[in-house]
């Protein structure tokens, strides 16, 4: 699994975006060299991402500085000895106390191996995260990305990032559902509808009778609703069967 770690692992991602999609080119060369930002992965890390949610960028940032002044080190175990008037005098809201809590008791208890979500695979990662109340998607695709490093995860629900890519691709609107059906400009399509926050369906062509297409077989991570037209390629984690939705349109 690629990981990025170095200002190399960006630039060798920046260049397989623009190639894999042309579109994106225009903006990568805008950006220039993108800066590496890369935190700990660890308790410290992830205590970061959620300090800094819904409150301005200087806030997050004194509130952090205090926490970790206080809370010193910044582990599972140190969080769980702190006292309730500690974490109010670091500027920690109730619902943020109780979040850091409920990682610590799973990282003390060994539920949740912050280090290990370096190496598995997103969907996984992202499942043992979120099992945790108070991680959801948006948080734990953000440690993943910025603190584990992985360079296969994008936070697809941040409304910033939806409308960057969309000033970026010169949309005049997010789109709210993408439905494609086989060959590689669908598969992108698709890609980029889900990056954009939007619903998206695949339909593998009718065509493609004794197989999957080469597209429709790696499209299911990007897909929300993921079909084949032929009942016997639908299999369990992959394609479900939903009868010939697509006749006479394919092609």
């Known amino acids: 699994m690629r990981t990025i770690r170095s200002?190399?692992?960006?630039?060798?991602?920046?260049?397989?975006?623009?190639?894999?999609?042309?579109?994106?080119?225009?903006?990568?060369?805008?950006v220039g060299?993108?800066?590496?930002?890369?935190?700990?992965?660890?308790?410290?890390?992830?205590?970061?991402?959620i300090v800094s949610q819904q409150v301005s960028k200087a806030s997050a940032a004194a509130?952090?500085?205090?926490?970790?002044?206080?809370?010193?080190?910044?582990?599972?175990?140190?969080?769980?000895?702190?006292?309730?008037?500690?974490?109010?005098?670091?500027?920690l809201s109730r619902p943020k106390q109780h979040t850091l809590r409920a990682i610590a008791h799973s990282v003390s208890d060994g539920e949740l191996d912050l280090s290990a979500l370096c190496t598995m695979p997103a969907d996984e990662a992202v499942a043992a995260m979120t099992r945790i109340k108070g991680i959801g998607p948006w948080t734990a695709e953000i440690y993943l990305l910025f603190c584990a490093g992985h360079a296969d995860i994008f936070p697809a629900g941040d409304l910033a990032l939806q409308e960057a890519v969309r000033v970026a691709l010169e949309l005049e609107e997010r789109p709210d559902v993408v439905v494609?059906?086989?060959?590689?400009?669908?598969?992108f399509g698709v890609v980029l509808g889900k990056r954009l926050g939007a619903k998206t369906i695949w339909v593998d062509s009718l065509a493609n009778v004794e197989e999957l297409s080469l597209s429709g077989e790696k499209v299911g991570p990007h897909a929300d609703l993921w079909l084949t037209q032929w009942e016997e390629l639908a299999y369990p984690g992959?394609?479900?069967?939903?009868?010939?939705?697509?006749?006479?349109?394919?092609?």
């Not at 494609?180 to 598969?187: I, K, R, V, W, Y």
């Not at 992959?238 to 092609?251: E, H, I, K, Q, S």
């Open 33 to 49: 060299d993108i800066p590496l930002r890369l935190s700990t992965p660890d308790f410290a890390g992830l205590a970061s991402i």
């Open 180 to 187: 494609s059906t086989g060959a590689l400009p669908g598969f």
């Open 63 to 91: 509130i952090f500085a205090r926490l970790t002044r206080l809370v010193d080190p910044l582990d599972a175990a140190t969080m769980l000895a702190a006292g309730d008037e500690t974490l109010r005098e670091a500027g």
């Open 238 to 251: 992959g394609p479900r069967y939903a009868g010939t939705v697509l006749d006479g349109l394919d092609g």
């Open 7 to 30: 200002p190399e692992d960006i630039e060798f991602g920046a260049k397989a975006l623009a190639a894999a999609d042309p579109a994106l080119a225009p903006a990568i060369g805008l």
